[in-house]
């Protein structure tokens, strides 16, 4: 009888599986003792306290895999990286064939290996032009000093700006480039923002006026709320993308915007 490759299975104490429906790390996570390590696929994840020396393995072959990541994609390997501790901290080991993009597009190849940050970091494995998977992570920090929560108080949340469906779907495509990390990002052209857009939704009528217009109206909402560097009268002119990269960077600070918004993107 073939012996089996699948990794053992997490049933035991510091380690859970988290399921699809996590929200994303980005907007937090549970009290957790310094070092726990999360990690969120699209089709769930997992929760390991450093004590328990768990090693997490990810990729798309599923049954050999802790996290599953593009299960239906070629380009990801079976088994595409594997996360570790030691008494340094968490490290990420490249066991697969496609890199694996950090924040700032800078790139961890096959077979290298990297400490991870603290707190919170996404991580993006393109294997087509077009075709991007994401996994999130994040390691418990400890807790700054000063004012202190008691047990009973209830848990303080940024503040989350609501999006209307067609609104959040707009805005990640205006903003894809600040969702995917990549170094000094830009808003997209209002031209590939309706290309895209009509791609994904032809039935909205979208158009390029359409699009400035929603846009627009985001901000001016924002604006009434308190934000402020969303009008023209602030920013002076010429005001260029100053405008549209203020709400982004606000939308993303408030955590109403997140990594995962992407997949919104490969419909």
Not at 8 to 35: D, F, K, M, Q, Y
Not at 118 to 133: G, W
Not at 145 to 154: C, H, I, L, M, N
């Amino acid at each position: 009888m073939a012996r089996s490759t699948r990794p053992p299975a997490p049933r035991r104490s510091g380690v859970e599986l988290l399921p699809p429906e996590t929200h994303s790390l980005a907007r937090g996570i549970p009290e957790s003792p310094e070092g726990t390590l999360f990690v969120l696929g699209d089709r769930g994840g997992i929760r390991v306290d450093p004590e328990t020396r768990f090693e997490v393995l990810f990729g798309r072959n599923e049954p050999e895999v802790h996290v599953c990541l593009g299960a239906d994609d070629p380009g990801i390997s079976r088994r595409h990286g594997l996360l570790s501790w030691s008494p340094q901290g968490w490290s990420l080991r490249n066991t697969g064939v496609v890199p694996i993009r950090f924040p700032g597009s800078r790139l961890l190849l096959s077979g290298h290996e990297e400490p991870l940050g603290s707190s919170y970091t996404p991580l993006f494995i393109r294997t087509e032009a077009k075709r991007e998977h994401l996994l999130e992570l994040r390691v418990a920090t400890r807790p700054p000093r000063g004012e202190k929560a008691k047990v009973d108080d209830p848990t303080r949340r940024p503040t989350t700006w609501e999006l209307s469906e067609h609104e959040r779907l707009l805005l990640t495509a205006l903003g894809e480039r600040y969702l995917r990390h990549e170094p000094h990002p830009q808003p997209n052209t209002w031209k590939d923002t309706y290309l895209l857009l009509e791609d994904l939704d032809p039935d909205y009528g979208w158009t390029t006026k359409k699009a400035e217009h929603d846009v627009a109206r985001v901000r001016e909402r924002l604006t009434r709320a308190g934000v402020v560097g969303l009008t023209r009268d602030e920013v002076g002119e010429p005001a260029g993308n100053a405008i549209n990269h203020n709400l982004l960077l606000e939308l993303l600070v408030s955590t109403s915007l997140v990594p995962p918004d992407l997949r919104l993107l490969d419909r």
